[in-house]
């Protein structure tokens, strides 16, 4: 615990209570924050006993030997954070990888095979619009040259690549999982829900998690003047974007699914002027591929139709039409549903158990979230451990998990690489 | 006409044609390109023979003697332009009142009291986010501190006062009625909006303006995980700004008026947070004043109901309600209803007839738009002429304006001078 506030020096964001610790973070990917915590984990593993390879997405994988030649088991998670981020999520599953060696070390213990620790590079797709990017180029689901080139949110001067080159961590190593193959990949996270709180419980064994797509829809209007132009002529483009939020919340919770719009682009951006263009992300997730689906075809269907003039679940009652506008769609990310390793899971499960003392202690679970993991899932086998996060809130610089729990989380994870080390 | 577009050179926007003319504008008020127009119009002024006073708004008054001393009837508008605006709002009003003076000139008139151009400083309010700013101080209506402190929009670095002083236009003179009278102002503007399209009429003779209200609405709800965060623990500031938007266009609508969101600014702004604040302009227009006290004290009403939970219209129906949010109000700016001087919107049509050689190509019309005649009117008899707008598109690089009709414009707008400094 005091290791992982103590780097929390490197990019520490919005204080929200008047403790030392009580601030959250702000160490967007690939910034010099986060070139600081990069470089403090190097030289910490390197201490360690490590070899430290970077591979071509900047991630870094520190592997202690074992007695025998072989892929290493990983813990693994990511140091970036959000913009309004707090200090645990991804932070707390490297620094307690991180720990785990200092454990081992401490106790000379001498695995049968390599162990290590991975730093995924921008899982939080904050700074660059790809979630868990680079270990999906690992996984070969992601393309190299698509992440190289993805262009940073809003200003969209820097790249990727220019800035792994920017920060000295542009690796001569290929990403990817043949060049660096894993026996295993563990992540300890936070739940970043509300459940094992609710439920007072203390390990989460994630079995699964969530299917989610992310799109761009760009609303393109007509721009005029806001008083003169008559109701009959208008082609508000934000008028229209409200009608669609409004209607991508329906839509899902129909299924019991989220869809939320967390960035938006307003042009002109004048008082006075009727928008003649607004382009905002939807963010939806559903437990299962086809609900996606389904959620995807009826939105692309009653957009098109609210653009148009159509009138669907009332939102049009009392308004006035206006002229007809047009909806483009992108999708910037698409992952299925997960289903992580059984041997992973039952693994997570028996050192929950044995750190609680108490099967009632521990609770199977969907991740609502995204992870490096789910990536991982593809190329080796693969699990995680939840602890609790007080009020289900994360994303948020008030996130916060105490320190036994990140504790408990630590040693689950430390008995789960041990146990696949044996296994 | 050429003189029009050749001072479009000081600030050209986006092309949308391949004509040398066909481009919009972007001379944002105080700007270097704003200079720029301001420089040529004292040097124009000057060089026709007027004598130029700039005031601590830096509203610009360029006035040429007439056979005796008195307050000087002016002509005026504004130079500057929204960020993707046209070449004729505003411009065109100063532009013609330039070459009133040129015909003046030309045929050695002799006014019997002096006449002027006045050029008044962020009609727009598009940088500096009050409308009609300048023309507002000189009146009284609005404190020249309030004024003078005014952020530019986004990025918030620099106020009206610093910019004024930058480009060397924070007068000496007070911004006051008292200390450059006005015998009468005149303003020849586009109508941008489509009724004399329409109709095929060429003049209007503008009687009344709408009353507006100008405000800030700022959401506050919670930043949260938006994979994670389950619907009822939800306090998403986007979606209620959907419903609010949707419902400020259903209420205005009610009253046949208008109500639109033209900037609106979302944090923390990352795809995968849900957001925790969302603030947004609404530009409220009507005919009367009380129409809009009941638009507003309505909006109040609902929008602080919706933020608690309560579906309003349906709204709500088929969502989740989530966790209660707040909504706060600011208001930046509120103009009653306008009724423009009898006298002057008499000679108006007297001038607009004996222009145009026919009553049928003449009508009596209200503005939907804001101008500084609005304000000019509480201290001086005070009306304005319109000519026609192309598919009534203004506040858009593509508004247009014949030359003919530039002209038939300018012509209402000298005779309505001369007729006034007569009368
Ligand atoms: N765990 C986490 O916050 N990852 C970001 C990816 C996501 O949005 O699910
Ligand atoms: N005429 C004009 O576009 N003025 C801007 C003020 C307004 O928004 O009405």
Redesign the interface.
Known sequence: NDTLHDTCKFGTGQRWGSGQTETGMCRLSLTDSDKEARDWFVQKTKSLGCEVTVDAMGNIFAVRPGRREAPPTFAGSHLDT???GGRYDGILGVLSGVEMLQVLNDHAIQTEFPVGVVNWTNE???RF?I?MVASGVWSGRIPLERAHQLQE??SGKVTMKSELERIGYLGDTPASHESTPMAAHFELHI????ILEATGQKVGVVTTA?A?R?FKVEVQG??????????N?RA?A??L??????HS??LA??H?C?A?????E???????????CVSF?L?V?APADETLDKIESDMKRDFAALAAGEDI???R????RGKPLTVAWQT?ANTAATRFHPECVDIVRASAVSVTGSDSLVRDMT????HDSVYTNLQCPTSMIFVPSKD?????PVEYTSPEDCAIGAEVLLQSVIRYDRL
């Open positions: 959000q913009p309004r939080e797709g904050a619009p979630i949110v809003g739940e970043q829900g509300p969530q989610y992310w007509q721009e005029a003047h806001t008083g003169t132009t008559p109701l002529n508000d934000m008028l974007t409200s009608y669609l939020i409004a919340h329906r919770t129909t019991n989220v939320t719009t967390g960035t938006l307003i042009s002109p951006g004048s008082v006075n002027t009727i928008p003649g992300t963010d997730r679940g009332g939102l009652t009392g308004g006035t910037d991740s609502g979230a995204g289900g809130i994360s994303h948020n």
